[in-house]
Nanobody, 120 residues
Framework: QVQLVESGGGLVQAGASLNLSCVANGRAFPSYAMAWFRQSTGKERQFVAAIGGTTLYAESVKGRFTISRDDAKMTVYLQMSALKVEDTDVYYC????????????????WGQGTPVTVSS
C-alpha cells in the first residue's frame, strides 16, 4: 500500500507561482510513474502532468508547469508558474506501477488533494 500526501496549495493571484509537493511512502517509489491531476466539483479528474522515464504535460499547462521527482526523498513536485484563474482546482498526486498514463483510471494510488485557488 502506498500513501501519498500533497502539500503546497493555496490562494494566489493570477500570474503568480506556486509549488506543490507530494510525499510518498513505500520502498518501490522509484519504480512508480507519478502524476498530477486536478478536479473541480462535478467535473472529471483532469490530467496535468506525469513523470516516469520522461515527462508528459497537458497542453493547457505546457510551458507553465514543471513536474519533477526526487526518488531519495520519495517526493514528486509540481512547479506552477504564470497561473491563470482557470488553473483553480483541487490538485491530486497519483502513482502507478511502471508506465505513465494520462488516464486517471490507470492510477492505483491517490493523495487526498490540495486546493489551489487563483484569483484575478
Amino acid at each position: 500500500q502506498v500513501q501519498l500526501v500533497e502539500s503546497g496549495g493555496g490562494l494566489v493571484q493570477a500570474g503568480a507561482s506556486l509549488n506543490l509537493s507530494c510525499v510518498a511512502n513505500g520502498r518501490a517509489f522509484p519504480s512508480y510513474a507519478m502524476a498530477w491531476f486536478r478536479q473541480s466539483t462535478g467535473k472529471e479528474r483532469q490530467f496535468v502532468a506525469a513523470i516516469g522515464g520522461t515527462t508528459l504535460y497537458a497542453e493547457s499547462v505546457k510551458g507553465r508547469f514543471t513536474i519533477s521527482r526526487d526518488d531519495a526523498k520519495m517526493t514528486v513536485y509540481l512547479q506552477m508558474s504564470a497561473l491563470k484563474v482557470e488553473d483553480t482546482d483541487v490538485y491530486y498526486c497519483a502513482a502507478r506501477d511502471l508506465w505513465m498514463s494520462q488516464s486517471a483510471a490507470a492510477y492505483r494510488y491517490w493523495g487526498q488533494g490540495t486546493p489551489v485557488t487563483v484569483s484575478s
